[in-house]
């Protein structure tokens, strides 16, 4: 059974400084995304990472997937208030399967 | 237009009402999906459409019940729902839901979120 698992769960962050949410996932796949949701809303699809090796970046958001590791990352560089929300990372398995979230918050 | 639309966006409803939600998509995608989400949550899968038709039902109760009337349109008709059916019900589509033969798994398309529905259920 495909199993995702993020950390932190939370994370309280300061603005300026950069940070890292790691997501595992238990058996290989094809495809992994990343969504933000922001509280009351829907998903929005930031990230789809194809192969090993993967890198994309979006602003102050840069997603990369390591398919020999079973991991992939999300790099927050330079935190800003904006950024604050939940990010969950998915896996396809057939259906896909999510992590349990991050739940980022920005301060100044 | 690269959007899910789903209606209504808020709902209340007794224990003895009949509902339904509504999720509309003109991206031509051919699968349409149901997920509910609780509060700190992530979304859980209820029921994949390919083509019109069921193809996943995550053992949801029989008190929610699918339809998909056409390519673009999927609804979740509710009756005799529990307080604790009270959720965020998302809608989601994608281009397509495909075998892989290589490597005997599916692969699936990037999942687009519509806004979802907030359901109360008293």
């Known amino acids: 059974e495909l199993k995702v698992e993020q950390n932190p769960l939370f994370l309280s962050m300061q603005e300026g400084k950069n940070y890292t949410i790691y997501c595992n996932y238990s058996t290989t796949s094809d495809r992994l995304y990343w969504y933000r949701q922001d509280p009351g809303k829907s998903l929005e699809s930031l990230f789809v990472l194809l192969s090993n090796g993967a890198v994309k970046q979006e602003g102050r958001l840069m997603a990369s997937l390591d398919t020999k590791a079973r991991l992939s990352t999300l790099h927050i560089t330079a935190a800003v208030h904006d950024l604050s929300a939940t990010y969950f990372c998915?896996?396809?398995?057939?259906?896909?399967?999510f992590g349990q979230g991050t739940e980022l918050s920005v301060k100044p | 237009d690269t959007e899910v639309t789903q209606t209504p966006k808020h709902l209340v409803m007794g224990m003895t009402n009949k509902k339904s939600l509504k999720c509309e998509q003109h991206?031509?995608?051919?699968?349409m999906y149901w997920y509910k989400q609780k509060a700190k949550k992530p979304p859980e899968l209820m029921f994949v459409?390919?083509?019109?038709?069921?193809?996943i039902n995550e053992s949801v109760p029989s008190r929610f019940s699918p339809e998909c009337p056409n390519s673009s349109l999927l609804n979740l008709h509710l009756h005799a729902l529990q307080p604790e059916d009270s959720a965020l019900y998302l809608c989601a589509s994608s281009r397509s839901k495909i075998s892989g033969r290589v490597a005997n798994r599916q692969i699936q398309e990037t999942q687009y979120f519509g806004p979802g529905t907030r359901l109360l259920v008293l």
């Open positions: 998915a896996v396809s398995g057939g259906k896909l399967i």
């Open positions: 459409y390919s083509y019109e038709k069921l193809s």
């Open positions: 991206m031509g995608h051919r699968a």
